[in-house]
């Protein structure tokens, strides 16, 4: 049978420019204060620094970026947690994947932020959320022959995330020290 989350793995992004970069960012720097839908394409070239030919060149609309945006995350954070898939690793050895991730979230965590907290993308979580499966589904073939297998990955996703936002929001009340062992606990329930 063959894995349903791996169509996440097929998504693809070009090599990114400085200008793609510059709308990159004015794009998170807009989404951290305001509804997808209120973002103009004036107003993020202008707090780029892009001409609005140049927007064109790349996209047709600011959905097009965003999805661009989403897909390029995804993809760093699918090749990031390859090791995942290893079945050798056991849920003690989950911190060193937890690790990698906080570190990626913590230098992007601009976009983590804005996509998280500030104005939920629904869009980009499930596709965070089916990365997460594709991996533990990988790594744990026998699932698919579990009763409630879907439940289960969608409760270790859900919370893998959850823990992100968590952090994101209350930063000052997560003490990341600790965090190997309720990561380790939390990432135990997948191995029943």
Do not use: C
Request: proline share 2%; net charge negative.
């Amino acid at each position: 049978m063959k894995n349903p989350y791996l169509e996440i793995t097929e998504i693809k992004v070009g090599k990114i420019t400085e200008a793609q970069t510059a709308l990159y960012d004015g794009l998170i720097l807009l989404w951290k204060t305001k509804p997808a839908y209120k973002i103009s394409v004036r107003e993020l070239i202008q707090v780029s620094h892009v001409a609005r030919s140049t927007f064109y060149v790349y996209y047709q609309n600011i959905d097009e970026l965003t999805e661009e945006v989403e897909n390029y995350h995804i993809l760093q954070l699918l090749h990031l947690n390859q090791h995942l898939m290893n079945p050798e690793i056991k849920a003690e050895g989950y911190l060193q994947y937890y690790q990698d991730t906080i570190n990626y979230v913590e230098k992007h965590k601009s976009l983590f932020y804005a996509f998280l907290v500030s104005n939920l993308n629904n869009r980009f979580v499930q596709k965070w959320k089916s990365a997460i499966k594709y991996h533990l589904l990988e790594r744990e073939y026998r699932f698919h022959n579990k009763n409630n297998y879907q439940l289960v990955l969608e409760m270790a996703a859900s919370e893998v995330i959850a823990a992100y936002t968590f952090w994101l929001s209350n930063p000052y009340e997560v003490d990341l020290n600790s965090l190997d062992k309720v990561v380790t606990q939390t990432l135990k329930l997948i191995e029943f």
